[in-house]
């Protein structure tokens, strides 16, 4: 089994920490002024993009 052979640093470990982030994905406003979610089909008109 692997085993770190010095023990991680606080500034390194803090630095691979920085990418563990939540990314909300944002409602955009579709043609006929409906919200959507990005990359999703509209409920009202069926429309992709």
């Known amino acids: ?3 770190p ?3 991680v640093s606080k500034t ?3 630095k691979r920490r ?3 982030k939540v990314n909300l994905a ?3 406003r ?3 002024g409906s919200w959507k979610m990005p ?3 509209n409920k009202f ?3 992709y993009n």
């Open 5 to 7: 052979k010095r023990r």
């Open 18 to 20: 920085t990418h563990y």
């Open 30 to 32: 579709d043609k006929d």
């Open 39 to 41: 990359h999703h089909r």
């Open 45 to 47: 008109s069926g429309l």
């Open 1 to 3: 089994m692997a085993v």
């Open 26 to 28: 944002m409602p955009v």
């Open 12 to 14: 390194r470990a803090a």
